[in-house]
């Protein structure tokens, strides 16, 4: 589909390897050709968010609000995109962000995830609903690196035992989804009455878990799988989860905790006080409170209140290199990509996934460089115009 020219190709050579002639080199087609391939009811799961989808839209519209103005004669040659988060060494400021269950997308899921992201050297971040277990997707990354999404369950020998797992399988940093103690209200999954979960994909991390096998009676069979699966949903979300819980996780977590699905300023700085290592700016994509504000539109109210005292991170929405630079310019210190990365799973498996990184971190090289900033430091806000 796409011909890379050889002037891209010349200066990219290391960077453009993975791209894949067969799939779109504009990130924002993937989507449609997913639609295509996947099942109806799987592709709705993904793409979908809550309510009428409106802040599904106002997180991709709030991009459109902020404009590049580039700069002239500020010798780009060198370029260097690299940073270090949490204590990791990345080359480019994009993380993949925990996506549950992605064996609905591909078979080798989880796995094809982490070995692109070692391909890659970009940071991969594993859901505690994902579909293969954290050893199996630790393996498959290899001396690549890896955060651990938590979803904080009521059982806290549960949740003491995940932290555990993912300690003892190399994952370097901690994040702790906020926002979903339970899933919103999703039309297209109510509509399709689509219950992925129930339907057989099983939720590994749980299934596998000691403790929670403990509360089931054994080992996960096929005869005890309704009862499982029963469990994980009564287990799966704390509602009653208050700032004060938050000594818990630095009992069992001696690495660096970032808190998912920061919106509101002063959250951000209950945060800092609690000790927390960063925070990450997100709505879930869009897929949990609909009529909330676009999370780019909430991304400076945080950077003003933490913005110096904390690390933080930034998702939901980011589709092209350009709006990651526009993420990075209003004070983020990386991003989350997550159905970008989904799409190119379902179209390619690991390869997809490659191709869906290395575009972004070309474009994006491409986009800092053109506009006049060699380096991720040099994107501030006086490299945009609001408009
Ligand atoms: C299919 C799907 C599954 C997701 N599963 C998780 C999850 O298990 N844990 C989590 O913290 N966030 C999850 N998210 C939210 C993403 O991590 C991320 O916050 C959001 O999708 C970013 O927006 P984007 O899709 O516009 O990039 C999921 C998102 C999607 C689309
Ligand atoms: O669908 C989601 O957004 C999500 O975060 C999730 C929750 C539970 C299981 C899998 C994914």
Not at 195 to 214: C, H, T, W
Request: net charge negative.
């Amino acid at each position: 589909m796409s011909q890379l020219a050889d002037f891209q190709n010349e200066i990219y050579l290391n960077g453009l390897a993975d791209v894949r002639p067969d799939l779109p080199t504009d990130l924002t087609k993937l989507e449609g050709l997913a639609a295509s391939k996947l099942s109806a009811t799987s592709f709705g799961y993904v793409a979908g968010s809550a309510g009428s989808e409106g802040t599904a839209r106002a997180n991709r519209d709030a991009f459109d609000r902020w404009r590049i103005v580039p700069r002239m004669l500020r010798d780009v040659a060198e370029r260097d995109l690299s940073v270090t988060v949490l204590g990791t060494p990345m080359p480019a400021p994009v993380l993949l962000a925990p996506i549950g269950v992605q064996s609905i997308l591909h078979p080798d899921g989880e796995l094809a995830t982490a070995r692109a992201a070692a391909a890659t050297g970009l940071t991969t971040v594993l859901s505690t609903a994902a579909s293969h277990t954290m050893e199996e997707v630790a393996e498959a990354n290899g001396p690549g690196s890896r955060w651990y999404q938590l979803y904080w369950p009521k059982d806290r020998d549960l949740a003491a035992s995940f932290l555990d797992r993912a300690k003892a399988a190399g994952y370097t940093a901690l994040v702790v989804t906020l926002d979903t103690f339970t899933l919103a209200w999703r039309p297209r999954d109510l509509d399709q009455a689509y219950l992925p979960f129930i339907r057989g994909i099983g939720v590994a991390n749980y299934f596998s878990d000691p403790v929670f096998q403990k509360s089931v009676g054994g080992p996960v069979t096929d005869a005890n799988r309704q009862t499982a699966l029963l469990h994980w949903i009564g287990q799966f979300g704390n509602p009653s989860l208050t700032w004060d819980d938050l000594a818990f996780l630095r009992e069992h977590w001696d690495g660096p905790i970032a808190l998912k699905g920061i919106q509101h300023p002063d959250d951000a700085r209950r945060a800092v006080d609690a000790g927390m290592d960063g925070v990450i700016v997100s709505n879930h994509g869009g897929r949990q409170v609909d009529g909330a504000l676009a999370s780019l539109d909430a991304l400076p109210l945080v950077v003003d209140a933490v913005g110096g005292r904390t690390t933080i991170l930034f998702d939901s929405g980011v589709r092209t290199g350009a709006d990651v630079a526009k993420a990075l310019a209003l004070g983020a210190q990386a991003v989350l990509v997550a159905r970008p990365y989904a799409y190119g799973l379902a179209l390619g498996g690991e390869a997809g996934v490659r191709h869906v990184l290395r575009c972004l971190q070309a474009e994006l090289e491409l986009t800092m460089a053109l506009s006049g900033h060699r380096t991720v430091s040099e994107l501030t806000l006086d490299s945009l115009v609001r408009v």
